[in-house]
């Protein structure tokens, strides 16, 4: 099944901004699992898109919402 990538890039960004702007890698592997069928590989690619973007960054196991990442799901 082929995920939305559109949808899944900005439900993942609105899901870090609603937890306060990280989510530890497991966590939010889990949640892309679940709501957008995104597994391992899929998962992988957004999210090294969206760290390619400059929407997330990554450390100590976390994501992190950036300020273009916020932005970028303002309406």
Do not use: C
């Not at 899901?15 to 949640?31: A, C, E, I, N, R």
């Amino acid at each position: 099944m082929e995920i939305d990538q559109n949808a899944a890039r900005t439900g993942l960004l609105k899901h870090l901004d609603k937890k306060g702007g990280s989510v530890p890698m497991g966590l939010l592997h889990g949640y892309s699992k679940v709501a957008f069928q995104a597994a391992h590989q899929a998962f992988s690619q957004l999210m090294e898109g969206l760290v390619a973007d400059g929407l997330v960054t990554f450390s100590d196991d976390t994501f992190h919402i950036t300020d273009a990442g916020r932005a970028a799901i303002q309406p």
